[in-house]
């Protein structure tokens, strides 16, 4: 049985930053990326940024680019997100999820952690 757990959200100032970490057990070799996501009030939940499993490849949105940072450390199963230059549309609940490499899609997700962002 496949886990991820999120960790790290909370209230911030604009400019500020914040790390997210998630945290994954059980089959963790069946999963190609890890990557997070994030759904604002009102809106459909958007891709953020993800990381190979296997591989240091890394993929960012447009809208993080240069901001945030996302990394992995195999010897504890975890993955973490760094966001610096906090902006106001940063807020949203973000989710970390695990990709089947068989599936070829996200199919493990965590409940999510809020990020606030205030002005």
């Known amino acids: 049985q496949v886990q991820v757990v999120e960790s790290g959200g909370g209230l911030v100032q604009v400019g500020g930053s914040l790390t997210l970490s998630c945290a994954a057990s059980g089959r963790t070799s069946i999963f190609s990326h890890m990557g997070w996501f994030r759904q604002a009030p009102g809106k459909e939940r958007e891709f953020v940024a993800a990381?190979?499993?296997?591989?240091?490849?890394?993929d960012y949105a447009d809208s993080v680019k240069g901001r945030f940072i996302i990394s992995r450390d195999n010897a504890k199963n975890t993955v973490s997100l760094q966001m610096n230059s906090l902006k106001a549309e940063d807020t949203a609940v973000y989710y970390c999820?695990?990709?089947?490499?068989?599936?070829?899609?996200?199919?493990?997700w965590g409940q999510g952690t809020q990020v606030t962002v205030s002005s």
């Open positions: 990381i190979g499993w296997t591989s240091d490849n890394t």
């Open positions: 999820a695990a990709r089947h490499k068989i599936l070829a899609r996200y199919v493990y």
